[in-house]
């Protein structure tokens, strides 16, 4: 079964306007952690935002947050104020319990519109 | 720039051969993990290593080893290669061996195997 799931393979927006990208996860262990990731076309992964699963809050980083919805076992990344650099792919992975690697998901890409 | 590097950059080699591939942590990190990202299968974890030891194990063939010296560098060694090895191969390091702690993304070493 998928434990991360990206379900929007493109996804346009507007400069200047704010994008929501979908992150769903399956997990039956209690203690985990969600990512995003970003590509650019020139294929370095970037580190953009994390949120553990007893974060009580959404995690924020400047234009990036992370809208943490437990019960739905949704992680979707906001990005405000699109920038056309914010044009590339973007992972959401999962940690589960203590361990270290990372599940991604297949990504979506964001094309960002002048 | 993330703080972790790989070489080489790109790599063209022919089926049946081996090749290796290097990672530097980031200044201070312990932990190592390789991924393999290729257009069918996504993005993949192959390997972890803490400290100079193997951590925790994904998707890695028989074919493909890894190492982490007394230095904390990292190598994957590739051997009898396949057409279907072509790939990106990202590195990532981290503080820690698990838990909260992000994970930082090499530049990683494009494998083309003709």
């Known amino acids: 079964a998928q434990k991360i799931t990206q379900t929007q393979p493109g996804m346009f927006v507007q400069e200047k306007e704010a994008v929501t990208l979908d992150c769903t996860y399956d997990?039956?262990?209690?203690?985990?952690?969600l990512f995003w990731y970003k590509q650019p076309s020139s294929g370095e992964m970037i580190f953009l935002i994390y949120q553990g699963s007893y974060d009580q809050q959404n995690a924020t980083e400047g234009r990036y947050s992370l809208n943490f919805q437990k019960a739905r076992k949704s992680a979707n990344l906001v990005i405000s104020a699109s920038q056309l650099g914010d044009s590339a792919m973007y992972f959401c992975a999962m940690r589960e319990g203590q361990g270290g690697k990372l599940i991604f998901g297949q990504g979506t890409e964001l094309s960002v519109k002048p | 720039d993330s703080g972790v590097t790989q070489t080489p950059k790109h790599l063209i080699t022919a089926t049946g051969q081996r090749v290796t591939l290097r990672c530097s942590p980031r200044s201070g990190d312990l932990s190592v993990y390789w991924y393999q990202q290729s257009l069918d299968q996504g993005l993949q974890f192959l390997i972890q290593?803490?400290?100079?030891?193997?951590?925790a194990k994904g998707n890695i063939l028989e074919r493909f080893s890894a190492q982490q010296f007394p230095d904390l560098h990292s190598e994957l060694n590739l051997s009898s290669l396949e057409l279907g090895d072509s790939a990106l191969y990202f590195c990532?390091?981290?503080?820690?061996?698990?838990?909260?702690?992000?994970?930082?993304f090499g530049p990683g070493t494009r494998l083309t195997v003709t």
């Open positions: 290593y803490y400290n100079g030891e193997e951590r």
């Open positions: 990532a390091s981290s503080v820690a061996g698990g838990g909260i702690y992000e994970q930082y």
């Open positions: 997990t039956s262990d209690p203690s985990y952690g």
